[in-house]
């Protein structure tokens, strides 16, 4: 089994910035992907960014350029730089964590993110 915990989640103005962290403990073994998803209001859950163990990062279209993602495996955590925060940014952001071994994906127990003036 893998716990994520995530923080850093708030309420911030337009144009601010957030850091979100996801500290990750249990079976982490191994090669895997972390990364970042966030769910809004009657929408889907959306993939935001993602970052492979060994380094390679992914990210949607609609953050590219604002939205940072980096890790640190000796602490094992993944975090996310959110710059030039817009209200379209606004919603529940969760951790996740896929293990190639056991081909199964985790989740943490999301953290609100609020953009607005």
């Known amino acids: 089994q893998v716990q994520l915990v995530e923080s850093g989640g708030g309420l911030v103005q337009p144009g601010e910035s957030l850091r979100l962290s996801c500290a990750a403990s249990?079976?982490?073994?191994?090669?895997?992907?972390m990364g970042w998803y966030r769910q809004a209001p009657g929408k889907q859950r959306d993939v935001v960014a993602t970052?492979?163990?060994?380094?390679?990062?992914n990210y949607a279209d609609s953050v590219k350029g604002r939205f940072t993602i980096s890790r640190d495996n000796a602490k094992s955590t993944v975090y996310l730089q959110m710059n030039s925060l817009k209200p379209e940014d606004t919603a529940v952001y969760y951790c996740?964590?896929?293990?190639?071994?056991?081909?199964?994906?985790?989740w943490g127990q999301g953290t609100q993110v609020t953009v607005s003036s």
């Open positions: 249990g079976s982490i073994g191994g090669v895997n992907t």
């Open positions: 996740s964590f896929f293990s190639y071994s056991r081909l199964t994906q985790y």
């Open positions: 970052i492979i163990s060994t380094g390679g990062t």
